[in-house]
């Protein structure tokens, strides 16, 4: 069974997605999109965004209604309901599991270099971004991806310090 991949992340002019394992700005409706895009959905993320999404919210839980799939070499500390994987195409094979009673999609949430596996992976078709205006300082970034591949097919401006826009991407071929 195969499933559809979704790329989901917020980034800035300059393509800064974190500092210092957390976001350099807060945006309320941008959590909420997240939490209504991936609800009742798998998501995969690299071990660095589930320490920061999980750990430093206190906890090491799955986030609610979705099944929590972390790439990583090290398959201890992670916690009850925590699929771990160690590679990329695992993950999926366990997304693809989970997705299977829903409308086969799985979401890809971070970090960086898990983006960069999403962008390269044949069923990656989706991509939900927040272009945040401005430019950040930063250490992880969202890759460089050819823009030819992606066409718009949603924007929703939101007015709100800083600017943002939420834009949605269906690959090309």
């Avoid at 099944?67 to 994987?85: E, Q, R, T, W």
């Avoid at 983006?115 to 927040?130: D, H, I, W």
């Avoid at 097919?153 to 939420?166: A, I, K, L, M, Q």
Wanted: net charge negative; charged share 25%.
């Amino acid at each position: 069974m195969m499933v559809e991949l979704r790329i989901i992340a917020a980034l800035s002019e300059n393509r800064v997605i974190g500092r210092d394992g957390d976001k350099p700005w807060h945006l309320p409706d941008d959590l909420r999109r997240f939490r209504q895009l991936t609800d009742g959905h798998p998501v995969i993320m690299g071990r660095r965004t589930f320490q920061s999404i999980c750990i430093k919210a206190g906890t090491r839980k799955p986030l609610p209604n979705r099944h929590s799939i972390v790439l990583s070499g090290k398959i201890d500390g992670f916690g009850d309901g925590i699929d771990v994987a160690n590679f990329f195409e695992e993950a999926v094979d366990i997304a693809a599991f989970y997705s299977r009673d829903l409308d086969d999609v799985a979401y890809v949430i971070g970090g960086e270099q898990v983006f960069r596996s999403a962008l390269a992976y044949p069923n990656t078709n989706v991509m939900e971004l927040t272009h945040v205006k401005g430019t950040y300082v930063g250490d992880r970034h969202f890759p460089e991806y050819d823009q030819n591949e992606w066409v718009e097919t949603n924007r929703e401006s939101v007015v709100w310090t800083p600017e943002y826009t939420f834009v949605s991407y269906r690959k090309t071929a």
